[in-house]
């Protein structure tokens, strides 16, 4: 119900509620009621004067102007001698005065009246100030009402913001464990290709040892007037079997096998250096232990043997101590 019904319903003319609703902002029933009761209906009267021309006149029953909600004057009509009141044929509501039936015609387009012999009681000072309690008592427990689903609504966003947080909290934290579990996984790739590049300079490394290695036995194998290995290693196990066919020929004493070497390392204007080394040891290391002494970089070191004389340039510094015939020798060490 609009506070003008309301207003209406407790006895107040059309023109003291339009009054009332200019003067207050914001519209409620209360504010409404307290401007109503702090100005009598003289004021009332004052304020909703129409003024035509020189004079002024009056309309309404209680002599004051009848307006509608935009605050234009109405027609208020007559009620006729036989007639107590009016009545809405669309709701059945009664109404004092045609004024009142207008603006009830107004508010919701009813269009059908009629009059009734049945008059509508004065409210008397007491009905009014109990109507006006009962009013605010209502219009109490409507703002109750209403602050209640404020709260209510208030709690719910509070709800929504929170679920909202929780969601947005959880959403970083599954992006900072996928940005993790991807560095790690990254590390672990990067371990792997490092580990694989490390074996393949190791493979790099050893084929070129084995390159050398092949190398040192076929300039062995020309020097000892074969073609291959193979065919030196042909040829020294014929030797045994003609040997053997030979009664008178005595056997050749076992070959000893050294695990190292007993080198004298002599170097130009310095002492001999005597060091003993696994014969596995390539010429390459033994040129870097001694290298304090020498002072020869080991890429550019030279073993000359004095007789047979042989030169290991830096081509043979793959070669081992066995390979290279260096078993407790004599040998010097120059520079490239």
Same mark, same amino acid.
Request: net charge negative.
């Given at each position: 119900?609009?506070?003008?019904?309301?207003?209406?319903?407790?006895?107040?003319?059309?023109?003291?509620?339009?009054?009332?609703?200019?003067?207050?902002?914001?519209?409620?029933?209360?504010?409404?009621?307290?401007?109503?009761?702090?100005?009598?209906?003289?004021?009332?009267?004052?304020?909703?004067?129409?003024?035509?021309?020189?004079?002024?006149?009056?309309?309404?029953?209680?002599?004051?102007?009848?307006?509608?909600?935009?605050?234009?004057?109405?027609?208020?009509?007559?009620?006729?001698?036989?007639?107590?009141?009016?009545?809405?044929?669309?709701?059945?509501?009664?109404?004092?005065?045609?004024?009142?039936?207008?603006?009830?015609?107004?508010?919701?387009?009813?269009?059908?009246?009629?009059?009734?012999?049945?008059?509508?009681?004065?409210?008397?000072?007491?009905?009014?100030? !109990?109507?006006?309690?009962?009013? /605010?008592? *209502? &219009?109490?427990?409507? %703002? =109750?009402?209403? #602050?209640?689903?404020?709260?209510?609504?208030?709690?719910?966003?509070?709800?929504?913001?929170?679920?909202?947080?929780?969601?947005?909290?959880?959403?970083?934290?599954?992006?900072?464990?996928?940005?993790?579990?991807?560095?790690?996984?990254?590390?672990?790739?990067?371990?792997?290709?490092?580990?694989?590049?490390?074996?393949?300079?190791?493979?790099?490394?050893? !084929?070129?040892?084995?390159?050398? /290695?092949? *190398? &040192?036995?076929?300039? %062995? =194998?020309?020097? #000892?007037?074969?073609?291959?290995?193979?065919?030196?290693?042909?040829?020294?196990?014929?030797?045994?079997?003609?040997?053997?066919?030979?009664?008178?020929?005595?056997?050749?004493?076992?070959?000893?096998?050294?695990?190292?070497?007993?080198?004298?390392?002599?170097?130009?204007?310095?002492?001999?250096?005597?060091?003993?080394?696994?014969?596995?040891?390539?010429?390459?290391?033994?040129?870097?232990?001694?290298?304090?002494?020498?002072?020869?970089?080991?890429?550019? #070191?030279?073993?000359?043997?004095?007789?047979?004389?042989?030169?290991?340039?830096?081509?043979?510094?793959?070669?081992?101590?066995?390979?290279?015939?260096?078993?407790?020798?004599?040998?010097?060490?120059?520079?490239?």
């Amino acid at each position: 119900m609009s506070v003008r019904s309301e207003l209406a319903d407790m006895g107040f003319s059309v023109s003291r509620i339009e009054a009332a609703i200019r003067h207050i902002d914001p519209v409620t029933l209360e504010s409404a009621i307290d401007w109503l009761e702090q100005h009598p209906i003289d004021s009332a009267v004052e304020a909703t004067k129409f003024i035509d021309g020189d004079q002024g006149r009056q309309d309404g029953d209680d002599g004051t102007i009848v307006v509608d909600e935009n605050g234009e004057p109405i027609e208020t009509g007559e009620v006729s001698a036989d007639a107590g009141s009016l009545v809405c044929d669309d709701c059945g509501k009664r109404f004092k005065t045609a004024a009142l039936a207008e603006f009830h015609a107004t508010k919701t387009q009813h269009a059908n009246f009629s009059e009734s012999v049945e008059k509508i009681p004065e409210l008397s000072a007491e009905q009014k100030r !109990a109507k006006l309690d009962e009013l /605010r008592v *209502k &219009a109490a427990e409507r %703002k =109750a009402i209403a #602050a209640k689903a404020d709260q209510l609504e208030q709690r719910n966003n509070e709800i929504l913001r929170r679920k909202a947080d929780k969601e947005s909290s959880a959403l970083i934290e599954k992006q900072k464990k996928l940005q993790l579990d991807k560095e790690a996984a990254d590390r672990r790739r990067q371990v792997k290709e490092d580990a694989a590049a490390k074996q393949r300079i190791k493979d790099l490394i050893e !084929a070129d040892r084995q390159s050398r /290695r092949e *190398k &040192a036995e076929r300039e %062995k =194998a020309l020097r #000892a007037g074969v073609s291959s290995p193979q065919l030196s290693s042909s040829s020294s196990q014929s030797v045994p079997s003609q040997a053997s066919r030979d009664p008178s020929t005595s056997q050749p004493p076992q070959k000893r096998e050294y695990t190292e070497s007993r080198l004298q390392i002599r170097i130009d204007g310095k002492s001999p250096t005597i060091k003993t080394f696994p014969v596995e040891t390539t010429l390459f290391e033994v040129a870097h232990a001694v290298q304090a002494v020498s002072g020869i970089s080991p890429s550019h #070191a030279v073993f000359v043997t004095t007789f047979p004389t042989k030169r290991y340039s830096s081509e043979d510094l793959g070669l081992s101590l066995k390979e290279s015939g260096l078993i407790n020798t004599a040998v010097m060490l120059k520079q490239a």
